[in-house]
């Protein structure tokens, strides 16, 4: 079956509805790979082998009638609820939950969804090394000693060796971009609304984001057009008409206006990574593009902003964990006494210490001075990029600052951790769509590099991309 692992998520899916390949047989070559380089890699907390083949079945069995992503094996973060089958969000809290309903990015998807399995990730995706989890870390297939990037960690993994084609996300602060950079394969997060949160286990609800993390730049429009919808269920869902996401791809980029952001460009990032983006911007040049300087001039606030914005949220969002509704529950007398047990086991260091940065932000005498203030921040984001893109279509800089770093490197360091999302946060703020396609390699590890762009523009910014593909030269190569 190695013929078939070869192929991009596409070009299988071409290959299932013409019937020159059988989704069992897809789905069986991915369920050997999940065996021959898990115990390595380590990308998922729960594998589906029986459901990944009875799924595959009915594919097969449905005899013509299927979308064009039907039947290609698919990891998912295990952050977005999967009926019957357990959804942990990488945390102790909920290791045995299973939900009764599936996302609706899921639902999006169609009947006869192939899984993999449940992608490991930081604990309710905070986190940019999947170090946070409580199942332990996954390894970056391009060197087993680093990490893959995080909170979907898991996920970039799983695309990276070949453990399935493709992979769903979540992005609230470049979970999805970040580790699709570190793994080299392509990582989108759609403007905010685009894909339903429904089912997404929220993080920072103004902020979260489904996105895909595939092979090549195809993959990731054919991804978006499987999940990208209008949902009654999710009040902050875009109505919005989904365009063709694969009909403009081939457009090249000759008359567009890139401009190359300046505040990330310079200290804090890598040089390697830094070559890898100005190659880029002149390549793209030489197909024709105009490149320029743009500028961001409140960036340096935006890490900070998020620091109060994300923990604020999630101080909200994971109060629901009391081990009364869900999961886990610590018997203890008295409710209280059984709510702080829970919580005390439940969540790892990493929520905990957002938990209380968020209660402390949000407080009676500080709100104004921290949430307040933040959220003057982010309007100020909002219309730096505004102004940017009345100057350019689309908007160049590095996905993350460095390569992959060792496994343990920065576990003890927040702020260093934190500092990963530098590049990735501002589009998060401002609700923008953002991709991040692999540049070429530094240190012989991939770097990202990373186009935004206005509301909506994914028709754009993919194409940008698949054009950053074709100069790059970079090839998604399985590993290890
Ligand atoms: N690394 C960032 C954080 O820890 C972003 C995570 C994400 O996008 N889910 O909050």
Redesign the pocket.
């Known amino acids: 079956m190695a013929g078939l692992l070869e192929l991009t998520a596409y070009e299988l899916a071409q290959k299932i509805r013409s019937r020159e390949v059988s989704a069992q047989e897809a789905a069986e070559a991915a369920n050997e790979r999940v065996e021959a380089v898990e115990p390595e890699v380590k990308a998922f907390i729960t594998t589906t082998p029986e459901l990944t083949l009875a799924r595959a079945a009915e594919v097969d069995a449905r005899n013509g009638n299927l979308k064009p992503w039907d039947g290609v094996p698919l990891a998912v973060k295990d952050v977005l609820s999967t009926r019957g089958v357990r959804t942990t969000c990488g945390s102790r809290i909920l290791e045995n939950f299973e939900p009764l309903y599936d996302a609706s990015a899921l639902v999006n998807f169609g009947e006869n969804l192939v899984m993999v399995g449940k992608a490991n990730m930081?604990e309710f995706?905070?986190?940019?090394s999947t170090e946070n989890s409580a199942y332990g870390p996954t390894r970056n297939p391009w060197d087993l000693s680093r990490v893959p990037g995080?909170?979907?960690g898991g996920s970039a993994a799983a695309v990276a060796a070949g453990e399935g084609w493709w992979a769903l996300g979540?992005?609230?602060?470049?979970?999805?971009r970040?580790p699709a950079a570190l793994c080299g394969i392509v990582g989108l997060k759609p403007t905010y609304g685009r894909v339903s949160r429904h089912g997404l286990v929220a993080?920072a609800s103004s902020?979260?984001q489904v996105g895909p993390m595939t092979r090549d730049v195809r993959d990731a429009a054919l991804l978006l057009q499987a999940v990208a919808g209008h949902d009654p269920h999710d009040s902050t869902s875009a109505n919005v008409e989904v365009p063709d996401y694969l009909s403009e791809l081939e457009g090249g980029v000759s008359g567009l206006r890139i401009g190359l952001v300046g505040e990330m460009m310079g200290e804090g990032i890598d040089p390697g990574v830094r070559e890898v983006v100005e190659r880029i911007a002149g390549e793209l040049e030489e197909a024709g593009a105009s490149v320029g300087e743009a500028h961001l001039p409140h960036q340096e606030y935006a890490l900070p902003a998020?620091y109060i914005i994300?923990p604020a949220e999630v101080s909200s969002n994971l109060a629901r964990f009391d081990g009364v509704r869900y999961g886990l529950r610590v018997p203890a007398e008295g409710v209280h006494e059984m709510y702080r047990r829970t919580r005390e086991e439940g969540f790892g260091d990493e929520a905990k210490r957002r938990i209380m940065l968020g209660t402390y932000a949000l407080s009676t005498g500080y709100y104004e001075a921290y949430y307040g203030q933040a959220q003057k921040v982010r309007t100020k984001i909002i219309e730096d990029f505004r102004s940017a893109f009345s100057q350019f279509d689309l908007l160049l800089s590095p996905t993350a600052p460095t390569v992959a770093f060792e496994v343990g490197a920065k576990v003890d360091d927040p702020l260093a951790?934190?500092y990963?999302?530098v590049c990735?946060?501002p589009a998060?703020l401002a609700g923008i769509p953002a991709i991040s396609v692999p540049g070429g390699l530094s240190e012989g590890l991939p770097v990202g590099v990373q186009l935004m762009g206005d509301h909506f523009t994914e028709p754009l910014i993919l194409r940008a991309a698949r054009a950053v593909e074709e100069v790059s030269g970079f090839e998604y190569e399985m590993k290890p």
């Open positions: 930081d995706a905070m986190g940019s995080g909170s979907s979540t992005d609230t602060g470049g979970s999805v970040q993080f902020l979260d998020y994300a951790m934190y990963q999302d990735s946060i998060n």
